[in-house]
């Protein structure tokens, strides 16, 4: 098992801000306490910018992202390529995670996953879906947090991911849910037609400072933890 974090600067555009890498540096630390092996997959510019900020990786992976030519509104496409890089059991979390000291990874579960919640089923889904069935889940398997002993399923995910990230998004006022579409609910479909048993991770043992304006909404904890953590 290993904790796996993912970064796609979409050659060299995307650059973490001052407040992003200091909320980086905690999680990546938060995670080192867990005791496994912690990587991380980038484009180059990624990975040169992760070094210079002196982040305790274990590991880094360089991905060639630009051969698959994706449309780069699909930002996720560079965690769908690194689920489908793993060769051994993980948890692949967002830089907006917090470990507490007592945070544990369950010992089993095909899929591991921050949650699972309600949705409602809408046209993007549809349009992305492994699967044309009037059957669909009965919950989303959340990507925040998400990973898992079953290898075989994130290659499948990726080969979906392929078709569909090289394409425009048909309707751009909707591309958090195409974007949703193509990961957990592709995800959420594959665990139903499959079997898999998916493990929910306890909410008392992270923080997750999810959404957007993290800086407005998580800043102060954000900036207290910090120089706690650092002592700055």
Not at 49 to 67: A, G, S, T, V
Not at 138 to 150: E, R, T
Not at 171 to 185: C, H, M, Q, R, T
Request: glycine share 6%.
């Amino acid at each position: 098992m290993r904790i796996v974090y993912s970064f796609d600067t979409n050659n060299g555009k995307v650059i973490p801000s001052q407040f992003y890498t200091k909320m980086a540096e905690l999680s990546v630390y938060s995670a080192q306490k867990v005791g496994v092996p912690v990587v991380l997959y980038a484009d180059l510019h990624g990975i040169d910018f992760f070094r210079k900020n002196n982040f305790p990786f274990d590991e880094y992976h360089l991905l060639d992202i630009e051969q698959y030519k994706m449309n780069f509104a699909y930002w996720n496409f560079v965690k769908l390529l690194t689920y489908s890089k793993q060769e051994e059991p993980f948890l692949h979390v967002d830089f907006d995670t917090y470990f507490h000291p007592w945070f544990t990874i369950p010992e089993t579960g095909d899929i591991i996953t921050e949650m699972q919640r309600e949705y409602s089923y809408v046209r993007a889904f549809r349009d992305v879906s492994l699967f044309q069935t009037d059957t669909i889940p009965g919950k989303l398997i959340c990507s925040g947090l998400l990973g898992g002993y079953n290898l075989t399923v994130w290659k499948e995910l990726f080969e979906k991911a392929l078709e569909v990230c090289r394409k425009p998004i048909p309707n751009p006022d909707k591309s958090i849910a195409y974007l949703v579409g193509v990961e957990e609910f592709n995800l959420s479909q594959l665990a139903m037609f499959y079997g898999l048993s998916v493990k929910e991770l306890d909410h008392n043992e992270f923080d997750h400072w999810q959404g957007e304006n993290k800086e407005k909404n998580y800043g102060t904890v954000i900036n207290e933890l910090y120089n706690i953590t650092f002592k700055k």
